[in-house]
């Protein structure tokens, strides 16, 4: 599932009031983070992830290792907050068409 820009901005619009729901740690992204993260997703859908370091590459592979364990979509990336959607069957946020 790709998202629209139309979608991205009501999704942005959506994460705008959110707090990160995961926070990394000094261990980094370890397999216990990764199942919060989808244990996060399935319940909200919707959420943000802070990513902490001053590395600004380190922090993009950390955030693009989330995106694909997680096959959840990339809304936006704002500093150190990775914001990810993730629709489940319950379809608890519904997307505008296009």
Aim: no cysteine; aromatic share 2%; charged share 30%.
């Amino acid at each position: 599932m790709s998202l629209t820009n139309k979608q991205k901005q009501f999704l942005k619009s959506k994460a705008h009031d959110l707090k990160p729901v995961i926070l990394l740690g000094g261990n980094g992204l370890t397999e216990g983070v990764v199942a919060e993260i989808e244990n996060a997703l399935n319940h909200h859908e919707l959420i943000k992830i802070k990513v902490p370091g001053e590395d600004r590459e380190q922090k993009m592979l950390i955030m693009d290792a989330i995106i694909r364990e997680t096959k959840a979509e990339k809304v936006q990336i704002i500093g150190k907050i990775l914001v990810l959607f993730r629709q489940t069957e319950d379809k608890k946020i519904a997307l505008p068409r296009g």
